[in-house]
Nanobody, 122 residues
Framework: QVRLEESGGGLVQAGGSLRLACAASGGTFRSYVMGWFRQAQGNEREFVAAISGESTITNVADSAKGRFTISRDDAKSTVYLQMNNLKPEDTAVYYC???????????????WGQGTQVTVSS
């Protein structure tokens, strides 16, 4: 059983930056693909970014390309999401998730954190 805990959310002005972290426990962290997803109020959960074990593969949603960077530290069992040039439309609850193979659809991820709120003011 993998347990995930996000941190780093908060309130930031448009154009600002935040760095989210997701600490994992249980399982073999380096064997998991780690994903970041977000869900704005009234919307479905959507893919933001994913990274494979040992960082060999990364994928970032078009809406985040050039602004968000996903990375991981397998020694610390932690995945990060660096978010720069934030926009009001980035406001959402951000979740990290884990699965055994690479995927971008949230329903394919069996393990989820509780989420962290990111609010971007205009």
């Amino acid at each position: 059983q993998v347990r995930l805990e996000e941190s780093g959310g908060g309130l930031v002005q448009a154009g600002g930056s935040l760095r989210l972290a997701c600490a994992a426990s249980g399982g073999t962290f380096r064997s998991y693909v780690m994903g970041w997803f977000r869900q704005a109020q009234g919307n479905e959960r959507e893919f933001v970014a994913a990274i494979s074990g040992e960082s060999t593969i990364t994928n970032v949603a078009d809406s985040a390309k050039g602004r968000f960077t996903i990375s991981r530290d397998d020694a610390k069992s932690t995945v990060y999401l660096q978010m720069n040039n934030l926009k009001p439309e980035d406001t959402a609850v951000y979740y990290c998730a884990a699965r055994g193979g690479f995927a971008v659809r949230p329903n394919l991820y069996p393990y989820w954190g509780q989420g962290t709120q990111v609010t971007v003011s205009s």
